[in-house]
């Protein structure tokens, strides 16, 4: 399985991607948020129990917390979605 490094858009220079981010609703848990928002952004369902905390951080306009995760998905999911690979991250400690 090849991690999907984010969302893309065709105007975007090339190897420029983005986390897809969304809020949590009342009723739901951190993992059913990542899968629901996953699927509303780019119409892919991610696979039930992969969905993995990574890191997070303060995030100051509306004075909440932005989590990151990780989660798999089925690669006939994709379609004809052609997978990149990985991108180098920058400023990173590792």
Do not use: H
């Not at 004075?63 to 690669?75: H, N, T």
């Amino acid at each position: 399985m090849r991690p999907w490094p984010g969302g893309r858009n065709s105007k975007w220079p090339r190897g420029f991607y983005s986390c897809l981010a969304g809020f949590v609703d009342q009723s739901e848990s951190l993992e059913q948020a990542v899968a629901r928002e996953v699927l509303e952004e780019s119409s892919i369902q991610v696979r039930p129990g992969s969905v993995a905390y990574v890191s997070s951080q303060p995030w100051p306009f509306p004075c909440q917390l932005m989590m990151g995760f990780r989660a798999d998905v089925d690669a006939k999911a994709l379609g004809p979605l052609q997978v990149p690979p990985t991108p180098k991250l920058v400023g990173t400690d590792g």
